[in-house]
């Protein structure tokens, strides 16, 4: 079935691009939240997306376990997850494996039945962060980007709203 | 009449796309400058741009009021503003509403005579901003390229000196 | 002779897109190396690009007279150059003229008998930096990555491992 990748930078529209891809598809849409709401700034811009997005989506927090919650929720319709990035961010908050999470979720995506299309950032575009943890971060998201692009049907960027399809 | 949209990264070459598509049109082109020389690296990167542009442009400084200064500018020549991040970074920085006068730009560049290119920047590709003031400048500058982008007849990310067509 | 320049952000996959482009030409390929293995980071990230390549290229440390070394090594099988960045960075730290170097680096592309693919990183599509000395490497890097650009017969932008075709 479909994977969909979409990446960009911050407020680059691929929230809202991710969103029009998911309700292409027939069925009851699924978001899956990798946020959790800790801080304001944060649920604010849930909210914002909420608002949105409208009321007639099934929704699940994922922070951790997304490869496992694609397979739960496999069958309906179509799963949008909102983002990869912060995935990956919550995984080495919780000292988790990283590089298996994340071959263990681009194996699960070519099994599926139903649609998925994933969110992500690009974060390699600027200068060289200073610190270690930023620069592993960094790496770390483009490994993982370059890995479920390459198990995706498809792939795009998006820029000031607008999409460039990469495959 | 045609708004075109010039994205990119710092010395991607924005600029100079820009100015080709502006001296394509017909009539005396008309520079309106966002910058205002306040320092000493800000007046060597002016001199330059107007080094290369060339002496037979009309030049205009409008800081602030941009939509004002497109209306008062229109029946002549093709107008090149450089650029809507600095724009942006004024408005905040005078304490004006900037999401009024963005929504108010997007607006007057659909009922504009002359055509208009807009030159802006990219700055969302990078790791999160350490300061909560950097995070917000670049979500308010997303926001910003993707309405001014939703408004566009043409749009442009230029990396290295070549413009991909994003619409 | 076909030179390619290989664009995109960190880890977004160029070297293993233009080792790929190196080897499809004919000839023992040459790996040349701008990077020195100054601590335990660096080396590690060398050690890997090098496990990936595999054995069967001849190995160039080349930390700063690159326009000699295309020149020295030109008869013979593609050239990989890996990358420029760190180039311009060496040559900064060396008190170099680096725009002088870069300059002879192009006009040397273009006299080549023998292929050369050309890596090097977009780094200006973040949040303006708080220091000057980074702001100045990046609008360097953003002059250097044009005027190759402009010397290349090919360039390629690369996302998340996916190749979009500027020129």
């Known amino acids: 079935m479909a994977v969909i990748l979409i990446t960009g930078g911050a407020r680059s529209g691929k929230s809202k691009r991710a969103e029009t891809r998911t309700r292409a598809f027939p069925g009851q849409p699924v978001y899956v939240a ?20 409208g009321t007639d989506w099934i929704e699940r927090e994922v922070p951790l376990d997304l490869a496992a919650a694609l397979v739960a929720s496999d069958g309906g319709g179509a799963r949008l997850v909102d983002c990869l990035t912060l995935w990956l961010s919550n995984l080495m908050h919780a000292g988790r494996d990283w590089e298996r999470e994340v071959d263990a979720l681009a194996a699960t995506l070519s ?22 943890l930023a620069r592993s971060f960094r790496d770390a998201a483009g490994i993982m980007n370059q890995l479920v692009a390459a198990a995706a049907d498809e792939v795009e960027f998006v820029v000031a709203g607008l999409p460039m399809k990469l495959k």
Chains 1, 2, 3 share one sequence.
């Open 34 to 53: 990798t946020a959790e709401a800790q801080d304001g700034e944060m649920e604010a811009r849930i909210a914002k997306h909420r608002a949105r997005r």
């Open 111 to 132: 099994n599926l039945k139903s649609p998925v299309v994933l969110v992500t950032n690009e974060v390699g575009l600027g200068i060289v962060p200073d610190n270690a």
